[in-house]
C-alpha cells in the first residue's frame, strides 16, 4: 500500500495550494480518504474527510477555506486550500481508512509565508 503526496510548497497568506494523494495498493472506493496535518509542537489534527459516498466533513479552522475530493477513477484525493492563513503551516499527511484497515502518506510541508 502507498499513499503518496504531492503539491505542498510555500503559499502567501491569502493565496491558494493544492495537495494531492495518489493511493496504490488498496480498493480505493472503499476507503474513507482524509487529510490531517501536524505542525511543530502540536498534536496532528483533522483538516477534512470525504467518505466512501463523497460526504465531507472539515476541521473548524478551515471551514470555508479548503475543500476536499476525490477521483475514485485516478485513486486520487486532493484538498484545495484557499486563503491561507500562517497557522495553515504544517506537514500535511494523506490518511486510508476503512474498518481496521488504516494507512499514511509520508506527509508533504505546506509553509505560508509573504
Known amino acids: 500500500v502507498q499513499l503518496v503526496e504531492s503539491g505542498g510548497g510555500l503559499g502567501q497568506p491569502g493565496g491558494s495550494l493544492r495537495l494531492s494523494c495518489v493511493a496504490s495498493?488498496?480498493?480505493?472506493?472503499?476507503?474513507?480518504m482524509a487529510w490531517y496535518r501536524q505542525a511543530p509542537g502540536k498534536q496532528r489534527e483533522l483538516v477534512a474527510i470525504?467518505?466512501?459516498?463523497?460526504?465531507?466533513k472539515y476541521g473548524d479552522s478551515v471551514k470555508g477555506r479548503f475543500t476536499i475530493s476525490r477521483d475514485n477513477t485516478e485513486n486520487t484525493v486532493s484538498l484545495q486550500m484557499s486563503t491561507l492563513k500562517p497557522e495553515d503551516a504544517a506537514v500535511y499527511y494523506c490518511?486510508?481508512?476503512?474498518?481496521?484497515?488504516?494507512?499514511w502518506g509520508q506527509g508533504t510541508q505546506v509553509t505560508v509565508s509573504s
Open positions: 490518511n486510508a481508512n476503512w474498518l481496521i484497515h488504516d494507512y
Open positions: 495498493g488498496i480498493s480505493f472506493r472503499m476507503y474513507d
Open positions: 470525504i467518505d466512501r459516498r463523497a460526504e465531507t
